[in-house]
Each structure stands twice: as structure tokens, then as C-alpha cells.
């Protein structure tokens, strides 16, 4: 059975567009407590399932809440509310308060027109495909709300945003402080505004916090880690050491150099395997994805790190990390996983890795990385229809064959569907950054033509 509704996070759209209305989150609400209430095995008679509830700043956040928490209380499961909290925050207190389950309201990095709905199982981890299959097969059966008396309640955590805080502090080294360093945080007016500044303050760091006044409507908006523009002028302006940038909830960091340069996911994925294989910490290798760059895979070559390629999709590098006993793995984008220390991609404990790394070295960002250059790489999105197959197109295969035999080993190339939007990306990239925009070009008129 395929999915639905579920894509390679959760369920996203346009709010007030099928899937994101009222009426069908309240459904899907109660179709995955009905799923988790039979899953849940180990509670004393009479005792309720619990979830875990939080959201990013967007305002349609508030309409939504209600919707899930209507239809949990319905399917008889106890609803504890956070608050506007990132979405690793969810994940952590869903393990720490013993919850059977986690849900975050949000899209992410996208704008906030749109929103989403992401699921924890009682692990911190990502639902499995086979929990998402039975939701969406409940989703076909009717609400039937249990009696009053079984009704689900809700309250608030009041201490969630403390409680995280501390989480964030305990995985950076006690022996070790941020005194010296001034740090330009970007909240992206999102989840993060109100813990991601304490955090580095209370480890010693003097912080100038940006993006930290959301209204509802301005998450993402030209900040964060989608566009580190502000980021890169803010660590001029106040003279800073380095920057950090976040995505509005809070799982994606993207960071600047002293000098404004960015530094992405893979480079930051690189800072952290290389501190961890020098001190002996990094067990087993590293996974990136797909699109992780080529120049990444090589650099790792070089240091003997052994690397592996998942699907697109942090999910799907966690799956392959605990496949193979791994314990680092990200995205280019800025998902980072180090599963010593958070059960999911967590963009305050990764940007605390990378300065735990070169604090101990004693360096900077560019220095840490100066053996580390990243191959030219154009990445196009091309809308298409959702029904639209690549694969089958003698026009594209045409042109990915010739591509690839210009491209001679000294590249490659990758089209892939998006799992939340209407697109198809294509990604190219080699030592050539001329061949790589004139392939990345030539391959998207193609599937524009093909796609009609």
C-alpha cells in the first residue's frame, strides 16, 4: 500500500487546501491515536495514551492545535501541549515525559502560507512506514468518539522550553565554555526564538539574536538557514566570530564564517567526522544522501572515513545509520545527525558539535575545513505534474545518457521527485562548474519540454 498522504516528512500543504484543513486534521488526529491506543500494550488498565504536542510560529499553528487535540481527546488519548517549540524539542520531551508519541505542527523552511503535520514515535524517531500506512488506513474508517468518560484530556507542559534548554547545554562537554566568542544567531522568526539564544548564552557566549520575533507570518522569511543573507551581513555588522542559522523548526543549521563565508550541512557533517575519527569518538562512518556533494565523499576518502549514500530525506539516513551502527549522518541542507546525542536531526546540538570540535582544535571554521573542497554543484527545481515519470521519458534518458558521457566519471548527475512539492530536482555536479550549469540547464528545458 502506498502512501497518501504521508511524504518523506509528515503531511504538508497550502493551509485551508486539502490535506491542511480543519476537518481533516481533526481526523487525522484521531486516526493516529485510534492507531497508537492499539499499538500501546504496556499501560495499566484505565490509563490513556499521551502525546506530545508542539508547533513552529506560523498562525495557522493555533487552528491546527486545536484540530489534533480534538480529534486525540476523541480517540480517548491525553494531549500535553508545549507550545511553540523546534521540532527536535518535540522529539526529545516526547522520550523524556514517556509519551507513546510526538506531533509537530510545521513545514519546516517552507513560508508560512504552508504547514505540516510530522509524527515522533515514543523512541524521538521519525513514525516507521508501517505506522504511517495504518493511519492513513484508519483515516478511510469513520470517527466514532469514545464515551465521555474515555475521553482524552489535555494540559500544558509550562516548563518545555527549560526543559530543552538544559538538553541542548548537557551535550556539549562540562569542561568546556563559549566564553570569548561572540555568535550571531538566526531564529528564522521560528521555533527556536526563545531557546536557541539562551543556549549559547548560558555557555558562556556573548549573543546577538536575530530572527527572533515571529508575528505568525514572517517564519523564514529571508532569514534562517534558506537564506543566509541576513546571517552573513549580521556577523559583519557586530564583528562576530561566527554565525548560526536555523530553519523555523529548528532541525536544519547552516553556519558563517568570521569572513561571512557559508558553510553548509556537508561541511559541517565534515567538522564533526573529522574531530570525532581524530579523537577516536566516531564509530563506524558517516551517511550522507544522494545529493551529499562529491568533493564531501572524497575528503572523507582521504582521512580513511568510510561513506554511504542514503535516500533523500533525514529519515531515510537515520534508517541506514542504524542499519549499519552508525552514529553521524546529514544533508547538505543542514540536517545533521549525531545519534550520541539526540534521536533525531537537531540543529542547536549539531551547531554545538561543530563548536565543541574547533574549540578542542583551536581553530576556525575555514581552517578546520581548508582540505575539504566541495565540487560545483547547480542544483533546478522544475514543477511537473505529480503523475509525471522520468524514467519513462525517452526525451530525458536521452539527455541524462549524453550528460553522463560528457561528464565522464568527472561527475554525475540526479533527478529525483520531491516528496512534499510538485517538482522534479535535478541535481548536477563536477569539477567542471561550466559543464555542470550547462548540463543542470540542458537536462531541466528537457524535462520542461517532456512534462509539457
Known amino acids: 500500500m502506498t502512501r497518501?498522504?504521508?511524504?518523506?516528512?509528515?503531511?504538508?500543504?497550502?493551509?485551508?487546501?486539502?490535506?491542511?484543513?480543519?476537518?481533516?486534521?481533526?481526523?487525522?488526529?484521531?486516526?493516529?491515536?485510534?492507531?497508537?491506543?492499539?499499538?500501546?500494550?504496556?499501560?495499566?488498565?484505565?490509563?490513556?495514551?499521551?502525546?506530545?504536542i508542539g508547533k513552529d510560529t506560523r498562525i495557522s499553528g493555533y487552528m491546527l492545535e486545536s484540530a489534533l487535540q480534538a480529534g486525540l481527546s476523541a480517540a480517548g488519548v491525553d494531549?500535553?501541549?508545549?507550545?511553540?517549540?523546534?521540532?527536535?524539542?518535540?522529539?526529545?520531551?516526547t522520550r523524556a515525559l514517556r509519551a507513546q508519541a510526538g506531533i509537530v505542527i510545521s513545514a519546516s523552511h517552507n513560508p508560512f502560507e504552508d504547514n505540516g503535520i510530522k509524527f515522533f514515535s515514543a523512541a524521538g524517531t521519525k513514525l516507521p512506514d508501517q505506522t504511517e500506512r495504518a493511519i492513513e488506513k484508519a483515516l478511510e474508517e469513520p470517527m466514532q468518539t469514545m464515551p465521555s468518560e474515555k475521553l482524552g484530556k489535555a494540559r500544558r507542559i509550562n516548563d518545555a522550553a527549560g526543559r530543552y534548554i538544559e538538553f541542548c547545554k548537557s551535550t556539549f562537554p562540562n569542561e568546556l565554555d563559549l566564553r570569548g566568542l561572540k555568535i550571531v544567531v538566526d531564529c528564522a522568526h521560528g521555533a527556536t526564538?526563545?531557546?536557541?539564544?539562551?543556549?549559547?548564552?548560558?555557555?558562556?557566549?556573548?549573543?546577538?539574536?536575530?530572527?527572533?520575533?515571529?508575528?505568525?507570518?514572517?517564519?523564514?522569511?529571508?532569514?534562517?538557514?534558506?537564506?543566509?543573507?541576513?546571517?552573513?551581513?549580521a556577523v559583519k555588522q557586530h564583528q562576530a566570530d561566527l554565525g548560526i542559522a536555523l530553519d523555523g523548526d529548528g532541525d536544519r543549521l547552516i553556519m558563517v564564517d568570521e569572513a561571512g563565508e557559508v558553510f553548509d550541512g556537508d561541511q559541517l557533517l565534515y567538522v564533526i567526522a573529522k574531530h570525532r575519527h581524530k579523537h577516536g569518538q566516531l564509530k563506524g562512518g558517516v551517511v550522507g544522501t544522494?545529493?551529499?556533494?562529491?568533493?564531501?565523499?572524497?575528503?572523507?576518502?582521504?582521512?580513511?572515513?568510510?561513506?554511504?549514500?542514503?535516500?533523500?530525506?533525514?529519515?531515510?539516513?537515520?534508517?541506514?545509520?542504524?542499519?549499519?551502527?552508525w552514529q553521524v549522518g546529514g544533508e547538505g541542507s543542514g540536517h545533521i545527525l549525531c545519534l550520541d546525542r539526540h534521536s533525531t536531526g537537531d540543529g542547536i546540538v549539531s551547531a554545538l558539535q561543530v563548536l565543541l570540535a574547533l574549540r578542542m582544535a583551536g581553530s576556525t571554521l575555514g581552517d578546520f575545513t581548508r582540505e575539504l573542497t566541495?565540487?560545483?554543484?547547480?542544483?533546478?527545481?522544475?514543477?511537473?505534474?505529480?503523475?509525471?515519470?522520468?524514467?519513462?521519458?525517452?526525451?530525458?534518458?536521452?539527455?541524462?545518457?549524453?550528460?553522463?558521457?560528457e561528464l565522464d566519471g568527472a561527475g554525475r548527475v540526479l533527478l529525483r521527485a520531491s516528496g512534499t512539492e510538485p517538482l522534479l530536482r535535478v541535481m548536477v555536479e563536477g569539477k567542471s562548474g561550466q559543464k555542470v550549469r550547462h548540463w543542470a540547464e540542458a537536462i531541466a528545458d528537457t524535462v520542461r519540454q517532456a512534462a509539457g
Open 374 to 405: 566541495l565540487y560545483p554543484q547547480v542544483l533546478i527545481n522544475v514543477p511537473v505534474s505529480k503523475d509525471f515519470d522520468f524514467r519513462e521519458s525517452p526525451q530525458v534518458q536521452a539527455r541524462l545518457a549524453e550528460a553522463e558521457q
Open 290 to 325: 544522494l545529493m551529499t556533494n562529491l568533493g564531501m565523499e572524497h575528503a572523507l576518502e582521504k582521512l580513511k572515513i568510510s561513506f554511504a549514500r542514503a535516500k533523500v530525506g533525514d529519515r531515510y539516513v537515520l534508517e541506514m545509520l542504524n542499519e549499519r551502527g
Open 4 to 52: 497518501k498522504y504521508f511524504g518523506t516528512d509528515g503531511v504538508r500543504g497550502k493551509v485551508g487546501e486539502a490535506p491542511i484543513t480543519p476537518d481533516f486534521v481533526m481526523r487525522l488526529g484521531y486516526a493516529a491515536g485510534k492507531v497508537l491506543a492499539a499499538q500501546e500494550r504496556r499501560l495499566p488498565q484505565g490509563d490513556h495514551p499521551a502525546v506530545v
Open 193 to 233: 526564538y526563545h531557546v536557541a539564544p539562551p543556549v549559547f548564552h548560558e555557555l558562556g557566549a556573548e549573543v546577538v539574536a536575530i530572527g527572533n520575533q515571529p508575528d505568525g507570518l514572517n517564519i523564514n522569511l529571508e532569514c534562517g538557514a534558506t537564506c543566509p543573507q541576513a546571517l552573513q551581513a
Open 79 to 93: 494531549v500535553l501541549l508545549t507550545g511553540p517549540m523546534p521540532t527536535p524539542a518535540v522529539a526529545y520531551l
